[in-house]
């Protein structure tokens, strides 16, 4: 018999990931007060690289379009590319990151837990473009998150998370490590 417990998993991914998410919560410059828009530009640019392999990845491992279709954001991206200035060939364009290795729907369902928490994150970054460049709509749509609706959004996904056993915790927290080591080393390559 698999026992549930509210919140465990959670708890466990919190203290596994930390670290990885120190690194990448500094390492973006996004809300850096010198943040130009060419570089805010490449840093939409390379997000887009990301979610345009990832967004598939995870559909594959967890197979549920209807739990993750709302949460697709890869056309924010996009969006807010054109909006910025590029063409739709210079968007298709744009190289696609390696994906982290997610072997299985726990390693996806971690991976989640990075991208739907980047959209609570992403309200911090929206405030700091509103103030640096006048931004609002799109150009920024992305760090929207779901809007208003961020916050039930994020609570749908802890109540997926709550779902999962805690024979599974290493296996979402190795996921979850591999994406904000991925995420990292790809806004910040050269």
Do not use: K
């Amino acid at each position: 018999m698999t026992t549930i417990v509210r919140g465990a998993v959670l708890a466990h991914l919190r203290l596994a990931t930390r670290a990885a998410h120190d690194r990448l919560e500094g390492g973006t410059g996004l809300t850096d007060e010198s943040l130009d828009l060419a570089a805010y530009r490449n840093q939409l640019q390379r997000f887009h690289g990301f979610w345009r392999g990832w967004q598939p990845l995870v559909a594959a491992r967890l197979q549920d379009d209807a739990f993750l279709a709302p949460r697709r954001r890869l056309h924010l991206l996009a969006d807010d590319l054109a909006a910025l200035g590029l063409s739709q060939a210079a968007i298709d364009a744009l190289p696609i990151c390696p994906m982290p290795a997610l072997a299985d729907a726990a390693a996806a369902i971690g991976s989640l837990y990075v991208m739907e928490g980047s959209t609570l994150g992403g309200r911090v970054i929206l405030g700091h473009l509103e103030r640096r460049f006048g931004l609002t709509g799109l150009g920024c749509s992305y760090f929207t998150g779901y809007g208003s609706a961020t916050g039930a959004m994020w609570r749908s996904f802890l109540a997926r998370l709550d779902l999962c056993p805690m024979a599974q915790a290493h296996r979402i927290a190795a996921g979850a490590t591999a994406t904000f080591d991925q995420v990292g080393w790809w806004l910040r390559r050269e």
